[in-house]
């Protein structure tokens, strides 16, 4: 069982950055797609951007060229760059896991708070 562990949120003014971790344990993340999802207060649970074990990114219109998803796989990690930040990127970040292939993301972690000030 892979427990997923997000950390790296906190306060920010708006155009400032942040970046969040999400380190994996008891599993190896190599062959697995990684994404990013955030949920605002009243707001469903949306989709930021993914990375597949190739390396190969996908991100949501919304945080397309602001925000950049890598992976450490020495590390078990995965990483989500956020800059130019915006009160409208204000939401609590998750991390999921996607087994290759597969359509439901199988696992999640906790999450991190972020909040951007105007």
């Known amino acids: 069982q892979v427990q997923l562990v997000e950390s790296g949120g906190g306060l920010v003014q708006a155009g400032g950055s942040l970046r969040l971790s999400c380190a994996a344990s008891?599993?190896?993340?190599?062959?697995?797609?990684v994404g990013w999802f955030r949920q605002a207060p009243g707001n469903e649970r949306q989709f930021v951007a993914r990375v597949r074990w190739t390396g190969d990114t996908y991100y949501a219109e919304s945080v397309k060229g602001r925000f950049t998803i890598s992976r450490d796989n020495a590390k078990n990690t995965v990483y989500l760059q956020m800059d130019s930040l915006k009160p409208d990127d204000t939401a609590v970040y998750y991390c999921a896991i996607r087994p290759t292939a597969a359509v439901d993301w199988s696992s999640w972690g906790q999450g991190t708070q972020v909040a951007v000030s105007s």
């Open positions: 008891g599993r190896t993340l190599s062959f697995y797609t």
